[in-house]
């Protein structure tokens, strides 16, 4: 009797564990679905947000920037033309392609000394200052410097804090622009490449046989060839007129560069397509697209990350070399290697230093977060 008590009271209590950790399991699982859909709506704002934006913004403002064109509006106020009711509100730096100073071409960071230039128009000091022909007496016409309404003084140190280009454009404001360009090219290039990589891949790691055979026989005729030789013969035939070199330069830079992602990808399916995990979608009779990118991949994904990574800064200085011959963005455009090709005169010291600072600090940076991911992913980097 006490027997049979005891086994009761057991019976109930696993009973009542069983039930309970039955709930526990479907209130998790409840929870685990909750966060997906979180993750779901957080991935498609961070990536429906930026578009949206990107499209309203073609759509109202176009992309030539003719309404931002205010250096009328400046000449007008400054000469009285034009009465402000109001205090009109300007752009911190000067907006680029609309305020040209051609009696400031090429000036020197107005923080240098011998960038000082007299209310005449003459450079004061350094290798600049005009002098007299020695024989004629001749000497150049004075072209004063116009300082427009909203603008610092003429010798003011944050004027043009990195010099001006042969137009008398501030530069500070084109390479800001010119960095927008670059990182787009970059940023694009490696997405659309680790997509091209990651599918062609899986294939060849999956299904294996002569299709990997066929696969990778192909990475390696493409990798034989130099990519850049290749990148610059695309450019050299292709009409800008026709595609904008932007989009050329993406669009080639991931038809080259996607080999070394697909190797990556193809080594992680090696890896893990006899896993128990693969072996079991197998058996339930799933298909091989739903086996590869929902179970395989995303366990694959660590290094494909790295690689990514490590493709923006490979990017943006493909595309800075590709400017800076004449392949890829050209003038009235900027990027950081079309801006280091405006002048190779040792004078214009600035015109070759800053853009080329603006692409070691990018590139540095890059690198420095695909090892931080790389140390971050990797199991056996942690301790």
Request: charged letters at 20%; proline letters at 5%; aromatic letters at 10%.
């Amino acid at each position: 009797m006490i027997v049979r008590t005891l086994r009761d009271a057991d019976t109930g209590d696993r009973k009542v564990s069983g039930s309970t950790w039955t709930s526990r399991r479907l209130l998790l699982a409840g929870d685990r679905e909750r966060i997906r859909k979180a993750r779901r709506l957080k991935l498609a704002a961070s990536l429906g947000l930026p578009l949206a934006f990107t499209l309203l913004w073609m759509g109202v403002i176009g992309t030539g920037g003719s309404q931002f064109d205010v250096a009328p509006y400046k000449a007008g106020l400054t000469s009285g033309e034009i009465v402000a009711t109001s205090e009109p509100v300007f752009p911190l730096l000067s907006y680029g392609y609309a305020e040209i100073h051609s009696e400031e071409s090429f000036r020197p960071p107005t923080w240098k000394s011998y960038s000082e230039i007299s209310e005449e128009g003459y450079y004061v000091r350094g290798y600049r200052v005009p002098e007299a022909d020695p024989v004629t007496g001749f000497m150049p016409d004075p072209t004063p410097t116009e300082v427009r309404y909203g603008e610092p003084e003429r010798n003011a140190a944050m004027r043009h804090a990195m010099g001006t280009d042969e137009s008398g454009r501030d530069f500070l404001v084109r390479l800001i622009w010119g960095g927008r360009v670059s990182l787009s090219v970059g940023i694009m290039s490696a997405a659309l490449l680790t997509l091209i990589g990651v599918v062609i891949g899986a294939m060849a790691g999956y299904f294996g046989g002569w299709t990997d055979v066929v696969i990778m026989r192909g990475i390696e005729i493409l990798q034989s060839i130099p990519a850049f030789f290749l990148i610059l013969v695309a450019m050299a035939f292709t009409d800008p007129e026709k595609v904008e070199p932007i989009f050329m330069i993406v669009i080639v830079i991931a038809l080259v560069r996607w080999t070394g992602v697909a190797r990556l990808v193809r080594g992680e399916f090696l890896r893990m397509r006899e896993s128990e995990f693969v072996l079991a979608a197998n058996a339930l009779g799933f298909s091989s697209r739903r086996t590869i990118f929902r179970h395989v991949l995303p366990n694959a994904l660590s290094p494909v990350i790295v690689s990514g990574a490590f493709s923006v800064a490979a990017g943006i200085l493909t595309e800075s070399a590709i400017s800076f011959l004449g392949f890829g963005i050209s003038h009235p455009g900027a990027s950081w290697g079309a801006l280091v090709n405006e002048s190779r005169s040792p004078e214009h010291w600035w015109i070759q230093i800053f853009p080329g600072i603006a692409i070691f600090i990018t590139v540095t940076c890059y690198n420095l977060a695909g090892d931080a991911l790389r140390d971050a992913l990797d199991p056996k980097m942690k301790d």
